[in-house]
């Protein structure tokens, strides 16, 4: 949404020599909507000029100055869909990256993500943007907490098949099992060789 005042920064900023373009980026607002109202200050800048009397005069000014209204009968409503919170996550984002930028002048704030969301035809409420971003910038961010353990500790255990070719038995190959118990944070272990991987075997190598 528009305000009278955001209205009057797009004329002056139009005024000063900025392209369009750069109001749009500036203001945080679409082209469409800065070509907007710098016709409509065109035209009434025109009929101003033409105008034959005082009244009609006061009466092109007056409404050059009217705070700008949306016309919502036949507007669809939305409720707060995923689409909404994308584009309120992408702009948050946004601002995290102006801020490591320096750009802190162009951070939009609640009301600013509001204006845009209902610029790209959305019909939410003020209040729900704010609940949202609130939600969203407050929620616990996961961390990783490193676990400190004394030596021995902990334990893995984890096996897997060898073929070795052993010369006191013969010259055969021959496979095994391997039973490998390792303690941590240290990296010393045993190693068990077998000839079968049954349970009750492997729980003689733990």
Not at 40 to 64: F, Q, V
Not at 171 to 178: D, E, G, V
């Amino acid at each position: 949404m528009v305000t009278l005042n955001k209205k009057h920064k797009i004329i002056r900023l139009y005024l000063e020599g900025k392209s369009k373009s750069a109001i749009a980026r500036e203001l945080e607002l679409t082209r469409d909507t800065v070509r907007k109202y710098v016709n409509n200050y065109e035209a009434h800048e025109r009929a101003l000029t033409n105008a034959k009397s005082d009244e009609e005069r006061e009466t092109i000014i007056l409404k050059a100055n009217e705070k700008p209204t949306y016309n919502t009968t036949n507007r669809k409503r939305y409720k707060v869909t995923d689409e909404i919170i994308d584009r309120i996550n992408e702009m948050i984002e946004e601002n995290n990256e102006r801020k490591l930028s320096g750009q802190r002048k162009f951070i939009r704030k609640k009301i600013d993500m509001h204006e845009v969301l209902v610029e790209e035809g959305y019909d939410i409420s003020y209040r729900t943007v704010c609940d949202m971003v609130s939600t969203i910038v407050n929620k616990p961010k996961e961390a990783f907490i490193r676990q400190v353990l004394a030596p021995g500790e902990m334990a893995e255990f984890d096996w897997g098949e060898v073929s070795l070719t052993i010369d006191e038995i013969d010259s055969n190959l021959r496979r095994y099992y391997i039973a490998v118990f390792t303690l941590r944070p240290l990296t010393i272990n045993t190693q068990n060789y077998t000839h079968s991987i049954i349970l009750r075997v492997l729980m003689t190598c733990m």
